[in-house]
Nanobody, 119 residues
Framework: QVQLVESGGGLVQPGGSLRLSCAAS????????MGWYRQAPGNQRELVAT???????NYVDSVKGRFTISRDNSKNTMYLQMNSPKPEDTALYYC?????????????WGQGTQVTVSS
């Protein structure tokens, strides 16, 4: 089992910055990849960024050059640095971990942290 707790959300002005954190606990060694997803009202949950165990990263086109995903293995924490956010980035942001579970993979989700971009 893996437990994920997000923090750092809030109100930010367009062009500002915000850093989200996702603290992982439990079977940390079973995690093979982590990522950030978001869901705006009326929309489906969408991928924002992912980071593999080797540090390889992937971003949705709309956040490339503005957001940076990273992880600190010594703190069992993943981050999403949000620079120059736009109003369309407003959403509930979720942390996800993909972990080995026996012979299969299992997804674990955090409870979400709200990000509102507004002046």
């Amino acid at each position: 089992q893996v437990q994920l707790v997000e923090s750092g959300g809030g109100l930010v002005q367009p062009g500002g910055s915000l850093r989200l954190s996702c603290a992982a606990s439990g079977s940390i060694g079973s995690i093979v990849a982590m990522g950030w997803y978001r869901q705006a009202p009326g929309n489906q949950r969408e991928l924002v960024a992912t980071i593999g165990s080797g540090g390889d990263t992937n971003y949705v086109d709309s956040v490339k050059g503005r957001f940076t995903i990273s992880r600190d293995n010594s703190k069992n924490t993943m981050y999403l640095q949000m620079n120059s956010p736009k109003p369309e980035d407003t959403a509930l942001y979720y942390c996800k971990a993909v972990a080995k579970s026996g012979w299969t993979m299992k997804d674990y989700w955090g409870q979400g942290t709200q990000v509102t971009v507004s002046s």
